[in-house]
């Protein structure tokens, strides 16, 4: 019969785990991940452009680029427990609605590049970090993309129809009619999509004031209706 020493008694697989990595290396690994995830900070809030600015919205990107690759340090080394890890985070469900299609961009930014310091690829981090960001400061800030906008015209005499085409071309670079509705009581409603010249929406005061026009509504589009 084999006999237990006292070493046998205090062995811990806890202990040999933790010796199983290297503390450095993975200290190096989240430094390196909150370096970049501040790089992610400054360059969302540079070029956000849209109208309400969510500061713990661009918190959570460095929280997020850490705990990804916090996760991939732990899995990298145990196969068992990578495969409980996705059966975890399988179950995980985020409901946030995304109104503005480049915030996910960001968000998968992150998460690229906590995966990348988790698995230690420091150098190719920052080489994308630093290609990614240049990419977006230039094509974001530099290049000016005019939205469309949508004119809602409202009005109770079919006859105004022809001087209201007449206003909309002489101030607007393009237009075309997205929808024309008759509602009950003889109400008209059209809605335009324009392109006007240099920002100058005077004009809608003056189509307001034609008469028979009800209500003049100017929106941004830009895929989602902002008043």
């Given at each position: 019969m084999d006999s237990v020493n006292f070493s046998d008694i205090f062995k811990s697989s806890f202990l040999e785990k933790t010796s199983s990595f290297s503390i450095i290396d993975s200290l190096v690994g989240l430094l390196v991940a909150f370096a970049v995830g501040l790089f992610i900070y400054w360059v969302?809030?540079?070029?956000?452009?849209?109208v309400i600015y969510s500061h713990t919205f661009n918190i959570s990107l460095i929280v997020m680029?850490?705990?990804?690759?916090?996760?991939?340090?732990?899995i990298s080394s145990n196969i068992l427990l990578s495969l409980g890890m996705v059966g975890a985070l399988s179950i995980v469900?985020?409901?946030?609605?995304?109104?503005?299609?480049?915030?996910?961009?960001?968000?998968?930014?992150?998460?690229?590049s906590g995966i990348?310091?988790?698995?230690?690829?420091?150098p190719l981090v920052i080489i994308g970090a630093i290609l990614i960001g240049v990419v977006l400061l230039f094509f974001i800030n530099r290049i000016k993309i005019e939205n469309p906008y949508l004119l809602v015209v409202r009005y109770s005499d079919s006859s105004i129809e022809n001087p209201?085409?007449?206003?909309?071309s002489e101030n607007a670079m393009k237009h075309s009619i997205k929808s024309k509705s008759i509602m009950p009581g003889d109400d008209h409603e059209i809605t335009y999509e324009i392109r006007i010249k240099e920002h100058n929406m005077s004009f809608i005061n003056h189509i307001s004031d034609m008469?028979?026009?009800?209500?003049?509504?100017?929106?941004?589009y830009d895929g989602n209706f902002t008043a």
């Amino acid at each position: 019969m084999d006999s237990v020493n006292f070493s046998d008694i205090f062995k811990s697989s806890f202990l040999e785990k933790t010796s199983s990595f290297s503390i450095i290396d993975s200290l190096v690994g989240l430094l390196v991940a909150f370096a970049v995830g501040l790089f992610i900070y400054w360059v969302y809030k540079k070029t956000f452009t849209g109208v309400i600015y969510s500061h713990t919205f661009n918190i959570s990107l460095i929280v997020m680029s850490m705990a990804t690759a916090l996760i991939i340090m732990g899995i990298s080394s145990n196969i068992l427990l990578s495969l409980g890890m996705v059966g975890a985070l399988s179950i995980v469900r985020f409901r946030t609605p995304i109104k503005d299609p480049m915030d996910i961009v960001y968000i998968f930014w992150a998460i690229v590049s906590g995966i990348l310091c988790g698995a230690g690829f420091i150098p190719l981090v920052i080489i994308g970090a630093i290609l990614i960001g240049v990419v977006l400061l230039f094509f974001i800030n530099r290049i000016k993309i005019e939205n469309p906008y949508l004119l809602v015209v409202r009005y109770s005499d079919s006859s105004i129809e022809n001087p209201l085409e007449h206003v909309i071309s002489e101030n607007a670079m393009k237009h075309s009619i997205k929808s024309k509705s008759i509602m009950p009581g003889d109400d008209h409603e059209i809605t335009y999509e324009i392109r006007i010249k240099e920002h100058n929406m005077s004009f809608i005061n003056h189509i307001s004031d034609m008469k028979g026009v009800k209500s003049a509504i100017m929106l941004s589009y830009d895929g989602n209706f902002t008043a």
